[in-house]
């Protein structure tokens, strides 16, 4: 940057804090762009198009580039009702005569506050350079619906003595302006939302809440706002699977798959009693199209936290996995007390983790402690004391804190004791049953310890029941202040951000321990407050560690619904295990990736990438290449009613001879809006190298391009 007045530099970045999908009377006129010089360390701000171009041509000097923040603005003080005039203020720089040193902020300045603006303007050190734009007026760092918050902070001369103003509407970004020296100074705008602004924060949120955007769904969520769309969500009663038929748990030899045609309905039974197949099918089927969107969503995240998998001997059995996955998404929006004490009390759990036929101390053999262990360090409080932010709790010596050992395992391993599976149909109940997956399991008293037990920071009673020893230690668990904090990051993780800010957390932490009704546990409030969050909500986010890779499942999804895709789901049961998830059977407990894996060479969470590796990369390219270049995967003739899968590419050949604007497209319903213009570019080259009469090809391509991009497979 010259040393002399440059009007080059002012403050910028930015954040979407939506709170409604409706717009504000008058669309806004301008678009005010951020630029960060990195041997200056400074943030500057435009919303002159002219001006932004000569830094982007570097007549500003060298080190100038765009940071991707941006927000919209009013050019005129007559393009909205009730504008705020943004002054525009330049330090300038001079030499301290006594040290020789550089002094003055050699920086911009900007307000929408009269009287800032009056007051600045009498310091002798600021030089007034008029009007930038105008802005919405907020009302106690409030903005209203149709506009978003615009965060500033300020660093006083952290690196030089010389100072800068960043302003942003990326609350992640503003979050972590500290740890670069800056002090936050709160909302001082409220920047107005555009038509394309308001819908690529819908489309976000339908990546969030549903399994993906679709043509129709985006336009549901504009006729009815963000908020009550989530509120839909959160009322619409639950998808059932389907109830498959009972078979005993040991395969009779005569059930086997028939090895020609003709096929009927019994010709498969042991793949379809024996294996998932059958209910790996509808969940793709119901993912699709189902109408409760969020619920499956949330008890899809639920079943990557309590997990149980048919690698599992006998869970490989659809009637009792159904059971089990069909309880998690009744109980998704229940309280977290009930929720965990039904997966507590699952015939499935119990045979996944050891804890039917538990029995009391028995000639010298103890209780199994495997649940035990795992209802703490992976349902509920994990293995380390937490703050309300879900950093870890320090001891004097900077090491983590436990929460929990052995006494605790042993204690809980007591506690869940005389349990067994409920009785098969013509058997009588006892302990001991044989496993059998329907309803809850069963307790026996004779088989239950009823002695005192160390639970957490307690001691259970001794001469409880099995029912009421078990109702005691969930809520035991239940009350511990890590169980806040320990749920609510996995579920933003599971729909939001691999990596969330320890405020995000925080927030809804603080949710989970009251709902504002002094609730604790509010699944439904703890939804809401995810979805709703700052940090979830917005048309940009650029913060580099924001954002999550779409896991398997979701990538499947999520390009089925784009195109308007139909599929009977069996395409995607085979290609889900080449992609590392193999719906419904996790290698282990600890799930098909863990929640504190490291994105390689960064300190960024992103747990997805745990299960991405070159072949897997390779295996996505081939499988988008696959759905979108074929007319129709073929249906499965072993599958009764199969249907196959098929996208449809109609809505792209109607743009078929504009590459433009079928790049506008898809980038508008697959990247709200933040394609780079490099990949604008490639698209159009490659559309225009197919002949113009080849619609359908162009645009396949063009969709295969966008499907396999890092932009489109890092969901941000």
Not at 92 to 105: H, V
């Amino acid at each position: 940057m010259s040393t002399r007045r440059n009007t080059f530099l002012i403050l910028g970045h930015l954040f979407l804090a939506l709170g409604s999908a409706s717009a504000v009377a008058a669309l806004p006129t301008a678009t005010v762009v951020e630029f960060y010089n990195t041997g200056l360390k400074h943030y500057f701000m435009t919303a002159v198009a002219e001006e932004a171009t000569a830094i982007d041509g570097g007549s500003a000097g060298p080190g100038w580039v765009r940071t991707g923040g941006r927000f919209s603005a009013y050019q005129n003080a007559g393009d909205a009702a009730g504008l705020l005039a943004v002054c525009r203020f330049y330090g300038s720089i001079d030499i301290d005569p006594l040290t020789g040193l550089r002094r003055g902020p050699n920086s911009h300045f900007y307000t929408s506050d009269a009287a800032e603006c009056a007051q600045v303007k009498l310091d002798p050190g600021w030089t007034y350079e008029g009007i930038a734009y105008y802005i919405n007026p907020q009302t106690a760092g409030n903005c209203a619906a149709g506009t978003q918050k615009v965060y500033r902070s300020y660093n006083n001369g952290f690196v030089r003595n010389d100072s800068n103003h960043r302003y942003t509407t990326d609350l992640t970004v503003q979050q972590k302006m500290p740890a670069q020296g800056y002090s936050p100074e709160g909302v001082v705008m409220c920047a107005p939302l555009s038509a394309a602004q308001s819908d690529a924060d819908m489309v976000r949120l339908l990546e969030q809440a549903t399994f993906g955007p679709s043509a129709a769904a985006l336009d549901h969520v504009r006729s009815v706002g963000v908020s009550a769309f989530i509120e839909e969500q959160l009322a619409a009663p639950a998808s059932q699977y389907p109830v498959y038929p009972f078979f005993p748990f040991n395969k009779p030899d005569s059930c086997v798959n028939a090895t020609s045609p003709p096929y009927d309905a019994d010709s498969f039974c042991a793949r379809d009693n024996y294996t998932l197949f059958q209910l790996q099918r509808q969940f793709f089927i119901q993912g699709a199209t189902a109408a409760d969107q969020l619920r499956q969503r949330v008890a899809f995240a639920l079943s990557q936290l309590f997990v149980i998998s048919g690698v599992e001997g006998g869970l490989n059995q659809p009637y009792g996995m159904a059971e089990y996955q069909q309880m998690l998404r009744n109980y998704a929006f229940d309280n977290f007390e009930n929720l965990l004490t039904r997966v507590t009390l699952h015939p499935t759990m119990g045979k996944y983790l050891d804890m039917a036929n538990n029995n009391k101390p028995t000639n010298g053999v103890q209780p199994n402690e495997n649940y035990a262990r795992e209802i703490m360090q992976l349902f509920s409080i994990g293995t380390v004391q937490l703050n309300l932010d879900g950093t870890p709790v320090l001891d004097a010596s900077g090491k983590p804190v436990p929460t929990y050992d052995q006494s605790q395992i042993t204690g809980f391993a007591h506690v869940f004791t005389g349990w067994s599976y409920p009785p098969q149909p013509g058997q009588i109940a006892k302990f001991n049953n044989v496993p059998y997956f329907v309803g809850q399991m069963q307790a026996f008293a004779s088989n239950h310890d009823t002695s005192s037990k160390q639970l957490l920071g307690a001691m259970a009673p001794a001469g409880l029941t099995a029912e009421a020893d078990l109702a005691n230690a969930i809520h035991n668990i239940f009350m511990h202040p890590n169980v806040g904090p320990f749920i609510s990051a996995q579920l933003i993780q599971k729909l939001v951000t691999g990596n969330p800010s320890p405020a995000y957390i925080a927030r809804v932490a603080t949710v989970f321990n009251d709902n504002g009704s002094g609730v604790r546990g509010d699944m439904k409030a703890v939804v809401r407050a995810i979805l709703n969050d700052p940090e979830a909500r917005g048309d940009l986010k650029i913060d580099p560690a924001y954002g999550k890779l779409r896991e398997p499942v979701l990538y499947l999804l999520n390009t089925l619904r784009a195109f308007d895709g139909q599929s009977d789901g069996v395409y995607f049961q085979r290609v889900g295990g080449s992609l590392l998830q193999n719906v419904f059977n996790s290698p282990s407990v600890f799930n098909f990736y863990p929640p504190d894996y490291t994105v390689p060479a960064t300190t960024a969470l992103g747990p997805e990438f745990a299960i991405q590796n070159t072949s897997t990369a390779l295996t996505r390219m081939n499988t988008a290449n696959t759905m979108i270049f074929s007319a129709q995967i073929a249906p499965e003739n072993t599958v009764i009613g199969a249907t196959g899968t098929s996208l449809s590419m109609a809505s792209l050949q109607a743009l078929a001879n504009d590459p433009a604007a079928m790049a506008a497209q898809l980038d508008a319903l697959l990247l709200h809006g933040t394609m780079s213009q490099a990949m604008k570019n490639a698209i159009v080259t490659a559309v225009n190298a197919i002949p113009a009469t080849d619609p359908l090809n162009r645009a396949r391509t063009a969709a295969y391009l966008v499907s396999t991009s890092s932009q489109y497979q890092v969901q941000r």
